[in-house]
T-cell receptor, first 116, second 112 residues
Framework: DADVTQTPRNRITKTGKRIMLECSQT?????MYWYRQDPGLGLRLIYY???????NKGEISDGYSVSRQAQAKFSLSLESAIPNQTALYFC???????????????FGAGSRLTVL | GENVEQHPSTLSVQEGDSAVIKCTYS??????FPWYKQELGKGPQLIID?????GEKKDQRIAVTLNKTAKHFSLHITETQPEDSAVYFC???????????FGTGTRLTVIP
């Protein structure tokens, strides 16, 4: 099984619908992240969490919300999807300890979202 | 905040040739520079990283160089193979910081 599992892998939805992308990890990492990937723009941080009670906005959090249900689970929600949220979304984890651990990310395989 | 620029956006090389991808960064506080490889249908995976206390690091066919004065770092792949075809991302951050700042990616194609 993958260390970081994202569901669904692909989703097509319509404008205005609520969408939830889920992420679970078996790495035992404290830190979890949601990134968005668009062609020519690289990876941009949406939200991150360092433990169950800690939620922080990234550089592009508008239109998104997250929930850290447990150490191993971090979900991303689009309350009312719009077409420019069509993108590839990645969940990632990192260890919260050690000099380098905090910066070494383990990514899931991605969730491709299309908003029509 | 940090701004990372990456060039080129696409790169095609013949199998066996070398490939070089270059990145620049803006924040002098950045001291950790990883490179991620993203294969088709997969998430990015760390392939090599370098810290600012060294100028070069090698791991078999891949190497990374860092010029902290000029604020640029590069990925070098020698003796390229078809399985090296992927999208490569550079990133920069300060150790322990909350976020990695990624470049925009380079799509490398190795032609057999």
């Amino acid at each position: 099984d993958a260390d970081v599992t994202q569901t669904p892998r692909n989703r097509i939805t319509k404008t205005g619908k609520r969408i939830m992308l889920e992420c679970s990890q078996t790495k035992g990492h404290d830190r979890m992240y949601w990134y968005r990937q668009d062609p020519g723009l690289g990876l941009r941080l949406i939200y991150y969490s360092f433990d169950v009670k800690d939620i922080n906005k990234g550089e592009i959090s508008d239109g998104y919300s997250v929930s850290r249900q447990a150490q191993a689970k971090f979900s991303l929600s689009l309350e009312s999807a719009i077409p420019n949220q069509t993108a590839l979304y990645f969940c990632a984890t990192a260890s919260g300890t050690g000099r380098s651990g905090a910066n070494v990310l383990t990514f899931g395989a991605g969730s491709r979202l299309t908003v029509l | 905040g940090e701004n990372v620029e990456q060039h080129p956006s696409t790169l095609s090389v013949q199998e066996g040739d070398s490939a070089v991808i270059k990145c620049t960064y803006s924040d002098s506080a950045s001291n950790y520079f990883p490179w991620y490889k993203q294969e088709l249908g997969k998430g990015p995976q760390l392939i090599i990283d370098i810290r600012s206390n060294v100028g070069e690091k090698k791991d078999q066919r891949i190497a990374v160089t860092l010029n902290k004065t000029a604020k640029h770092f590069s990925l070098h792949i020698t003796e390229t193979q078809p399985e090296d075809s992927a999208v490569y991302f550079c990133a920069a951050t300060e150790t322990g910081a909350n976020n990695l700042f990624f470049g925009t990616g380079t799509r490398l194609t190795v032609i057999p």
